[in-house]
């Protein structure tokens, strides 16, 4: 599959202009999808957009998989090279937010693929592995243009994307989500309980074992290990939220998901988000860096 790339032609500026704005939010969906980053994501968009527009596309017969594939293709360029770039972050690294809500500055492809839960899944799979899954089981490309993205052969594609799907439903099975009605229930209780410094109120949204990870890159303070325990997270909640008293805590609807918007000082404080199981807390994620709330 050829990408159609001849630089300074300028006969498809009437088809790209009318088009790109219907494909762009695949185009960054399957970026953020791939990278867990707004940032690059947006940069990726960018790279597509010039690309595309210095394109022959009057041989491109399927415009958005073409332009899925040139933003998979520089996605998988950066995957490569931001295993390094994570293995240095200070700290837990958790996907940054991304307003998916009706006022999202940002319009993308919404399923469970971009909720945080997801995006840590799949930070586990290879990046081989990841493109796969992402390309086939989210956007339906075919895999002759997966083998392609990946250089490897169309069995192998099939293989990799097979690999990433049974991990993928093992962590389902593992961590069952609750539905998005009794998150956003639990979530207006906690913020009640937060807001009144209520720590038996916390611990009893808690699961006994529930795990406390906050984000803040070490940009800004943040505990740099999980916490774990619901006593003990309830604790420590209270102790910041007597700490860093919020302006005022909003509800949002982030990577498809309820989460919780701190606002501190006529600024964003934080970003979390929850994992539910059987009505109770298993995971609260949280993040503080301000370089990842900037776009929020």
Excluded: C
């Amino acid at each position: 599959m050829g990408d159609g790339y001849e630089p300074g032609r300028s006969g498809q500026e009437d088809r790209l202009g009318a088009e790109w704005e219907r494909h762009r939010p695949a185009v960054f969906g399957v970026a953020y999808r791939l990278l867990g980053t707004v940032a690059d994501a947006e940069d990726v968009t960018q790279d597509v957009w010039l690309r595309a527009a210095g394109a022959d596309l009057q041989v491109v017969g399927d415009l958005r998989a073409w332009l899925v594939t040139v933003a998979a293709r520089r996605s998988y360029d950066i995957l490569k090279s931001a295993r390094f770039r994570r293995e240095t972050y200070v700290g837990p690294w958790l996907p940054e937010p991304l307003l998916t809500g009706p006022d999202a500055s940002q319009p993308v492809l919404v399923d469970e693929s971009v909720s945080s839960a997801m995006l840590l899944v799949m930070e586990e799979l290879s990046p081989p592995e990841r493109v796969s899954f992402v390309l086939h089981d989210v956007f339906g490309l075919e895999f002759g243009r997966i083998a392609e993205v990946l250089d490897v052969s169309v069995p192998g594609a099939r293989q990799l994307a097979s690999r990433a799907r049974r991990r993928v439903a093992e962590a389902k099975l593992s961590t069952p989500q609750a539905s998005k009605a009794e998150r956003e229930r639990v979530l207006t209780v906690f913020r009640a309980a937060y807001e009144a410094g209520d720590l038996a109120g916390l611990v009893r949204l808690l699961h006994p074992d529930a795990v406390y990870v906050t984000d803040g890159g070490g940009k800004v303070l943040a505990a740099r290990k999980l916490i774990h325990g619901g006593g003990r997270v309830a604790e420590v909640m209270v102790r910041s939220g007597r700490q860093w008293r919020p302006d005022r805590i909003d509800f949002a609807e982030v990577g498809g998901e309820p989460a919780l918007v701190f606002h501190r000082q006529g600024r964003i404080h934080s970003v979390d988000t929850v994992q539910i199981t059987d009505g109770l807390i298993t995971v609260y994620r949280r993040v503080l860096n301000p370089d990842k709330l900037a776009r929020v």
